[in-house]
């Protein structure tokens, strides 16, 4: 089993302030995905980087794929209450297309 | 609305009761996916469905039977389940499974969260 760490496990911040979620494994994947899940919903896709050294922009949040392609990072710039969420780090096994998640890191963010 | 529907969203049953998860996916995807999610634990994938054939059963006790009737519908039957088995059950659906899927994006339903008493 390739294992995802996910790190913090929790995280809770003010408005305005920025916060980074790693995610660390000593396997290689094809790509990475990233996930965010809200109380009584299933995970939404937020992004996938698939190549090494890879940066992604999705408005105020920025992902990076390792250049190993081993890790990952998602950094959120001025954190809002809507950013609240569990954000979940998932790892393209190669061959399968099987999908290996990490814990998941809680961010809440309050007003 | 990811395009996948989960029936029942909340399903609380006693040990000896058989009740039945459904999954309905409306996104043309020939994969289908069952997920078990515990709190702080990563999600564990259980069963895999491609084009109705069960392509991985991740040694999953035997209370838990899936059924797969056609590409856009899964069920998932419990029986006798233990109170560990109580969790937030996940249905997933991907175009496909296997081969060169460098991204295999899946699209997840709301879940269903399942009491065991």
């Known amino acids: 089993t390739q294992l995802l760490e996910q790190s913090p496990q929790f995280l809770s911040i003010q408005e305005g302030e920025n916060l980074t979620v790693y995610c660390n494994s000593s396997?290689?994947?094809?790509?990475l995905q990233w996930y965010r899940q809200e109380p009584g919903e299933g995970p939404v896709l937020l992004v996938t980087?698939?190549?090494?050294?890879e940066v992604k922009k999705l408005k105020r949040l920025t992902f990076q794929f390792g250049d190993a392609r081993k890790d990952s990072s998602l950094h959120i710039t001025a954190a809002q209450p809507g950013d609240t969420g569990l954000y979940l780090c998932?790892?393209?096994?190669?061959?399968?297309?099987?999908?290996?998640f990490g814990a998941g890191t809680q961010v809440v963010v309050t007003p | 609305e990811t395009g996948v529907t989960q029936t029942p969203r909340h399903l609380v049953m006693g040990m000896t009761n058989k009740k039945s998860l459904k999954c309905e996916q409306h996104?043309?995807?020939?994969?289908m996916y069952w997920y078990k999610q515990s709190a702080k634990k990563p999600l564990e994938l259980m069963f895999v469905?491609?084009?109705?054939?069960?392509?991985e059963n991740n040694s999953v006790p035997s209370r838990f039977s899936p059924e797969c009737p056609n590409s856009s519908h899964l069920f998932l039957h419990l029986h006798t389940l233990q109170p560990e088995d109580s969790a937030l059950y996940l249905c997933?659906?991907?175009?496909?499974?296997?081969?060169?899927?460098?991204?295999?994006?899946?699209?997840f339903g709301a879940g269903t969260r399942l009491s065991v008493l």
């Open positions: 980087v698939v190549t090494g050294g």
């Open positions: 396997s290689v994947f094809s790509s």
């Open positions: 998932a790892g393209v096994v190669y061959g399968w297309g099987k999908l290996q």
């Open positions: 997933a659906s991907s175009r496909g499974t296997g081969g060169l899927l460098a991204k295999n994006i899946q699209y």
């Open positions: 469905y491609s084009l109705e054939e069960r392509v």
């Open positions: 996104l043309g995807h020939n994969a």
